[in-house]
């Protein structure tokens, strides 16, 4: 079943708010570090955003990430791997790599943009 985007966007949102909340803030936050981790088009994943991202917006990066990959039409991030976590909590578990798509590239540019136009009309 392939999704329109709106559709796709719906089911991503939907999902996130059953797994809990990430905030605005996390939310703005997480973008600009996927863009900037994703434009040179090497995996990345949560070791990285662990790495420049402050503690308590990194909690959520799992259901961030999640909701992403969510946004199958078109597709946002493409999971190319796995890790061991660098996070001492997780106790050796793996997650997951990632490829910012062209198109996850230009959504993530599109919602910082957009972002920015509500503040400066705010």
């Known amino acids: 079943m392939t ?3 709106d559709q796709a966007k719906a089911r991503a949102n939907h999902i996130l708010a059953q797994l809990g909340p990430v905030s605005d803030w996390t939310t703005a936050v997480l973008d600009q ?7 040179d088009n090497k995996p990345f994943g949560a070791n990285d955003l662990r ?7 990194c909690r959520k990066a799992g259901l961030y990430l999640h909701g992403l990959i969510e946004l ?10 796995e890790v061991v976590s660098i996070n001492p909590k997780a106790h050796g578990k793996k997650v997951n790599e990632y490829r910012l798509t062209r ?5 993530l540019e599109d919602r910082i943009a957009k972002r920015l136009e509500r503040r400066r009309a705010a």
């Open 72 to 81: 199958e039409n078109p597709v946002i991030l493409r999971v190319v791997g």
């Open 51 to 57: 790495l420049i991202v402050p503690e308590d917006d």
């Open 103 to 107: 198109t996850g590239r230009t959504y």
């Open 3 to 5: 999704l329109t985007p």
């Open 33 to 39: 570090a996927v863009l900037h981790l994703g434009r």
